[in-house]
Structures are given as structure tokens and as C-alpha cells.
T-cell receptor
Framework: AQSVTQLGSHVSVSEGALVLLRCNYSSSVPPYLFWYVQYPNQGLQLLLKYTSAATLVKGINGFEAEFKKSETSFHLTKPSAHMSDAAEYFC?????????????FGTGTKLQVIP | GAGVSQSPRYKVAKRGQDVALRCDPISGHVSLFWYQQALGQGPEFLTYFQNEAQLDKSGLPSDRFFAERPEGSVSTLKIQRTQQEDSAVYLCASLRDHDTEAFFGQGTRLTVV
């Protein structure tokens, strides 16, 4: 079984401040890990994904995440928050054991950016 | 179109009514997923298609839920005798292949009253 836990359902940061969204995973096999962003009334958009290559993954919009096996973590960061980053962010895991991406999502973290 | 299209965007159903939700995937995409996203929750897997074959329906919450993709393109999620707990956003995602990026539609928000 696989799962992800996102710490903090709401995070507020000031514009220009560091963004840190936390995610811990559980998987019985080497995982594929994802971060998705969801803007209001929109579908999910892939920010970045980890598939066992480099542990530091760079994504779109200046976001990056680091896979730490020892901590079973995949936290999402961005050095400087922009107002347009306000959205809900989902961490997700897929084990590909069935030959396809059966993705399990976390409960999401809403990011508020304060001017 | 350029992306995954879902219709209707919003659906209000009376309890006990049957509903059908449509997903138009990106042309040529082999894989298609349906997810259910309850308010304040992350999406939860419902079912997976590879072309017209439904390879995994383990996430369908009851036998009132049925999905099909008869020609390997458009998919329909049908919910019979809707209940209030079925109220959620239903998301469809398509992938060019089983191991490529998933593209999500905007979802259908179903409200059962």
C-alpha cells in the first residue's frame, strides 16, 4: 500500500518569502512522487515528478522538490513566493506495480500568499 | 481540443436520479483515469482504462458506479440512484501512454440534493 501525508492543510507566506510545503510518503516499492497544483475551478497541473533519477527535481514556476529516502520525504520549495502561487498543492505517490500510474494523492495544502 | 474536456462542468441531481459524466481525452491518449475529489480532500482513484479495456475498477465505491470507454476515446462515468455522499468533483485524466504525464480536465462538480 502507498500513501502520502501532507503536513498543514493551510500555509501562509509573505510575498517574496520562502515557500515550504511538506510531504511524507509511504510505499512498499521505490516510489514515483509528484507535486500537482490546482487553481480554483481548474484541473490538476503537474509541477514536477521524481522517478528515481536525480533526487533534486526542478519543476515549473520555480518550484523544486528533494527526494530524501532516509526521511521518506518529498518537500516542495520555492525561494520566493509570488502572488500567483496562491493555489492548492497536492503531493502524490505512484508505485507502478500494476504497470500503470495508479496515483494516490494527499489531502492537499492551500497556499496563501500575503502581499 | 488541446486539453482534456469534461462535461457538464456542473451538475445538480436529485437524490435517486441517474447521472452521466463525460470525458473527452486528448486525442491519441491511450490511458484514461477517473478520480473522485470530495470537498477538502485530495482526488481518489476510481477506475483506469487502457484504450477500451477497463483494467482497474477497484476504486469504484459501489455497484451504482459504472464507467465505460467503448471506442478507446471518450469515456462516460455513470452513477445510478445518486446519493448525497456522491457529491464531489469528478476528475478525468488522460495519458499518451501508461508512463507519461497525466493531463487533467477541469472536472465535473456533482451536487446531489
Amino acid at each position: 500500500a502507498q500513501s502520502v501525508t501532507q503536513l498543514g492543510s493551510h500555509v501562509s507566506v509573505s510575498e517574496g518569502a520562502l515557500v515550504l510545503l511538506r510531504c511524507n510518503y509511504s510505499s512498499s516499492v521505490p516510489p514515483y512522487l509528484f507535486w500537482y497544483v490546482q487553481y480554483p475551478n481548474q484541473g490538476l497541473q503537474l509541477l514536477l515528478k521524481y522517478t528515481s533519477a536525480a533526487t533534486l527535481v526542478k519543476g515549473i514556476n520555480g518550484f523544486e522538490a528533494e527526494f530524501k529516502k532516509s526521511e521518506t520525504s518529498f518537500h516542495l520549495t520555492k525561494p520566493s513566493a509570488h502572488m500567483s502561487d496562491a493555489a492548492e498543492y497536492f503531493c502524490a505517490v505512484s508505485d507502478h506495480s500494476g504497470g500503470y500510474q495508479k496515483v494516490t494523492f494527499g489531502t492537499g495544502t492551500k497556499l496563501q500568499v500575503i502581499p | 481540443g488541446a486539453g482534456v474536456s469534461q462535461s457538464p462542468r456542473y451538475k445538480v441531481a436529485k437524490r435517486g436520479q441517474d447521472v452521466a459524466l463525460r470525458c473527452d481525452p486528448i486525442s491519441g491518449h491511450v490511458s484514461l483515469f477517473w478520480y473522485q475529489q470530495a470537498l477538502g480532500q485530495g482526488p481518489e482513484f476510481l477506475t483506469y482504462f487502457q484504450n477500451e479495456a477497463q483494467l482497474d475498477k477497484s476504486g469504484l465505491p459501489s455497484d451504482r458506479f459504472f464507467a465505460e470507454r467503448p471506442e478507446g476515446s471518450v469515456s462516460t462515468l455513470k452513477i445510478q440512484r445518486t446519493q448525497q455522499e456522491d457529491s464531489a468533483v469528478y476528475l478525468c485524466a488522460s495519458l499518451r501512454d501508461h508512463d507519461t504525464e497525466a493531463f487533467f480536465g477541469q472536472g465535473t462538480r456533482l451536487t446531489v440534493v
